[in-house]
């Protein structure tokens, strides 16, 4: 049985190239985030969310760092009260 005759084969169609295919918008174009660059009501809210966890990633990693010394340095002091 060749190819053509097996169920649900399809013919080959030519290449169209992407003639059909939705262009990107010039301003969101060569963008690591095009997010940034969209307008309109969704994206205005995300663009604010995303803002807001940035801050919150910052902070958190400004704590966590600052957890680190503390513990960094209480236990260099245990230590020297061992000796």
Not at 78 to 83: N, Q, V
């Given at each position: 049985?060749?190819?053509?005759?097996?169920?649900g084969?399809r013919p080959n169609k030519?290449?169209k190239g992407?003639?059909?295919a939705?262009?990107?918008?010039?301003?969101?174009?060569?963008?690591?985030?095009p997010q940034?660059?969209?307008r309109?009501?969704v994206?205005?809210?995300?663009?604010?969310i995303?803002e807001?966890?940035?801050?919150?990633?910052?902070?958190?990693?400004?704590?966590?760092?600052q957890?680190?010394?503390e513990?960094?340095?209480h236990s260099d002091d245990?230590?020297?009260?061992?000796?």
């Open positions: 049985m060749s190819k053509q005759d097996q169920p084969h030519p290449n992407n003639e059909d939705k262009q990107p918008d010039p301003e969101t174009l060569n963008t690591t985030d940034e660059h969209m309109g009501p994206s205005s809210v995300m663009q604010s995303k807001e966890a940035e801050e919150n990633d910052d902070e958190d990693r400004k704590e966590a760092e957890e680190a010394r513990a960094a340095n245990r230590g020297k009260d061992k000796k």
